[in-house]
């Protein structure tokens, strides 16, 4: 499972969706469902030529690990589609090779440096795989070899996927960044950035009477907004210049920083990290559904569990950074490791996980926002068709989803958010030890806090070469 707060994701400025509330009640959280639509022969070649057989030693066995990027909560559907697979598959036994995401980065640490590793590992996001840099496998020979069509992709996704190393995954499930919010905005009337201070004045006198329980927890009844999206400091400064080796922080975060900051502990519409973990605003999960947030910024994945904040809200574009509009993309997909022993048989694998009948399942299981086009038109029509155990429907009318559709274009891709850096784990170190300072510490020198921490960052990334 996702962490809500801590997910370590740049900020490339603040151009992104928005969930807002105008409501309480409880509905049944619900897993997003991905249009049962098959994929065309022209999109993917994912199913083998002809018949396998089993070899003479026994059918090929290919671990799968989970859960360096989620994955705890859908083990069911994980082992449905293990049975689908092996059955369709006799020659190759995949395994599930399962370790709970709290411990699942030294677990996968330990099978690497045994010299076996798992073969496939996912789903996991960009950041997840480039804290292990240099372990992945160029897939590119073997899209090549089985004659896979990707041209069912977007390029801008599929260049996420490419670097110097090759291609190291197929783009699988996507998610752009949002805000839950009463305005119905689309990302191409995002206003300016001040616009989101307009946002925070207006909102109250329409949520006045939604929240009259924690009312008293607000500062003069004033708007909550939970920032569990890119506009945490996720990994401000965490950039690298052209060089590649040197820490830069462009205007843009640093003036959305200072703009965060302020809202923290200035003007007190945006939830400081004590508040946000305290029991009030469900003590370090999603705040949005204490009925006590009006707006939250989060990424589409939160989609699965907006639905426990009630029927009343809306998503909608947060504003542009002077007149530019970036979204912030979180991106999940199945990659194969470069010493895996049946790199083959593990592709097969990764072909029906990724582009084959197992896919559908898996997005469904993850709140995946599909990534082949083909399959994103009628996404959000089966969204709104689900019901729950008593045959409610889950998901408001009206939402505005177009929102999250037209922000692709938008996606920071190169760089991503969750970009490489020069060892990654350290410096991811030191940028949770400013969150947790900016966060919680009111009165500080933004100013001084950039050079700190682009100091600090700097030598990490220099005794790193």
């Known amino acids: 499972m996702r962490s809500p707060f801590i997910r370590l994701s740049a900020l490339a400025v603040v151009a992104a969706l928005a969930f807002g509330a105008c409501g309480g009640g409880n509905a049944t959280p619900a897993v997003a469902t991905a249009p049962p639509t098959a994929s065309t022969a022209a999109e993917v070649s994912a199913s083998p030529s002809g018949p396998e057989t089993v070899p003479p030693g026994g059918p090929v066995t290919v671990k799968w690990f989970c859960c360096l990027g989620g994955g705890d909560d859908q083990l069911k559907t994980f082992d449905k589609v293990i049975k689908a697979f092996n059955t369709a598959h006799p020659s190759i036994k995949l395994v599930m090779d399962h370790v709970a995401y709290t411990g699942a980065r030294d677990a996968f640490a330990t099978r690497l440096a045994s010299g076996t590793p798992p073969d496939i590992t996912g789903p996991l996001g960009v950041g997840g795989a480039n804290a292990f840099q240099g372990q992945w496998l160029d897939l590119q020979p073997y899209i090549d070899k089985n004659n896979i069509d990707l041209t069912g992709f977007d390029p801008t996704l599929l260049s996420l996927y490419k670097g110097t190393e090759g291609t190291l995954g197929i783009p699988f499930a996507i998610y752009p960044s949002e805000l839950t919010g009463e305005v119905r905005r689309s990302v191409q009337d995002a206003g300016r950035f001040d616009g989101r201070l307009e946002l925070r004045h207006r909102a109250p006198d329409r949520d006045a009477a939604d929240d009259r329980q924690g009312r008293q927890e607000r500062d003069g009844g004033r708007i909550r907004l939970q920032d569990d999206g890119p506009g945490r400091p996720r990994a401000a400064a965490r950039r690298p210049s052209d060089d590649g080796k040197t820490v830069q922080i462009p205007d843009a975060w640093a003036a959305a920083w200072k703009w965060v900051y302020d809202g923290m502990w200035k003007d007190h519409f945006i939830l400081t990290g004590p508040q946000y973990n305290s029991q009030g605003f469900n003590g370090g999960g999603y705040a949005f559904n204490s009925g006590k947030v009006a707006m939250q910024e989060n990424f589409l994945w939160n989609v699965c569990c907006v639905t426990e904040a009630g029927g009343n809200w809306n998503l909608a574009a947060l504003p542009s950074y002077n007149g530019k509009v970036t979204v912030p993309m979180n991106a999940d997909t199945f990659r194969i490791t470069k010493k895996s022993a049946h790199p083959d048989q593990a592709f097969t694998a990764l072909q029906y996980l990724i582009l084959g009948p197992g896919h559908t399942d898996l997005l469904n299981s993850i709140s995946g926002f599909p990534a082949l086009k083909a399959e994103q038109g009628t996404f959000f029509q089966q969204l709104e068709q689900q019901k729950d155990d008593k045959g409610k429907l889950i998901y408001p009318a009206g939402i505005n989803w177009d929102v999250a ?5 938008y996606a920071d891709v190169n760089p991503n958010s969750e970009s490489y850096m020069p060892s990654y784990n350290k410096s991811l170190d030191v940028l949770v030890k400013y969150l947790t ?29």
């Open 405 to 409: 559709t037209q922000g692709i274009q």
């Open 437 to 465: 300072r900016w966060t919680s510490t009111a009165g500080l020198n933004m100013d001084t806090e950039f050079a700190n921490l682009k100091s600090e960052l700097q030598k990490v990334w220099d005794a790193a070469k």
